[in-house]
T-cell receptor, first 115, second 113 residues
Framework: NAGVTQTPKFQVLKTGQSMTLQCAQD?????MSWYRQDPGMGLRLIHY???????DQGEVPNGYNVSRSTTEDFPLRLLSAAPSQTSVYFC??????????????FGPGTRLTVL | GEDVEQSLFLSVREGDSSVINCTYT??????LYWYKQEPGAGLQLLTY?????DMKQDQRLTVLLNKKDKHLSLRIADTQTGDSAIYFC?????????????FGSGTRLSIRP
């Protein structure tokens, strides 16, 4: 199994550009999430999904869209990038809806810079 | 809303015990976690505890939970240089809320020779 994969690893955008951060998992996990990590602020939940076709907002959803058309993929879209979205983005997945516990997996992260 | 707080830095001597503390505000938290992040890497789940437990021990790691004070701690015995990392405290609810994990800002643990 490849686990949780994220692409790209690094990205530089200009203000106003759009892009999609890709996340995929091959473990048949129902739960997938997107977090952003900023210095001194830990990880903040952007959006999450409890299964294909179902998504919900986390703590900081503004400026981001998600969709979950398949179990495997959970892309994160930035419609009009802003410098405040400069961050490291982590995708995570888990299997057990009653508690992720030791089945929570994180991807390697995407480092995004918006100029 | 829910909040998880922890100190930003901790420095310990190699071989000593490290204790990383965390406080949280959500009284309905069901799961409390400790994650480790090494430089340039994603997060690795170290251990977790259910809210109805007081203590959990796993080799060099001991987690203590004071539910009344909403205080969680992680003790690493015999701290080694490989333990240098950022440690995140986190909490979530149960059932369908378990995937909505709220993280603290992380404690950077550095090891002195």
């Amino acid at each position: 199994n490849a686990g949780v994969t994220q692409t790209p690893k690094f990205q530089v955008l200009k203000t106003g550009q759009s892009m999609t951060l890709q996340c995929a998992q091959d473990m048949n996990h129902e739960y997938m999430s997107w977090y952003r990590q900023d210095p001194g602020m830990g990880l903040r939940l952007i959006h999450y999904s409890v299964g294909a076709g179902i998504t919900d907002q986390g703590e900081v959803p503004n400026g981001y869209n998600v969709s979950r058309s398949t179990t495997e993929d959970f892309p994160l879209r930035l419609l009009s990038a802003a410098p405040s979205q400069t961050s490291v983005y982590f995708c995570a997945s888990s299997y057990d809806p009653a508690g992720p516990t030791d089945t929570q997996y994180f991807g390697p992260g995407t480092r995004l810079t918006v100029l | 809303g829910e909040d998880v707080e922890q100190s930003l830095f901790l420095s310990v001597r190699e071989g000593d015990s490290s204790v990383i503390n965390c406080t949280y505000t959500d009284s309905s938290s069901t799961y409390l976690y400790w994650y480790k992040q090494e430089p340039g890497a994603g997060l690795q789940l170290l251990t977790y505890i259910f809210s109805n437990m007081d203590m959990k021990q796993d080799q060099r790691l001991t987690v203590l939970l004071n539910k009344k004070d909403k205080h969680l701690s992680l003790r690493i015995a015999d701290t080694q240089t490989g333990d240098s990392a950022i440690y995140f405290c986190a909490e979530s609810g149960g059932g369908s809320s378990a995937s909505k994990i709220i993280f603290g800002s992380g404690t950077r643990l550095s090891i002195r020779p």
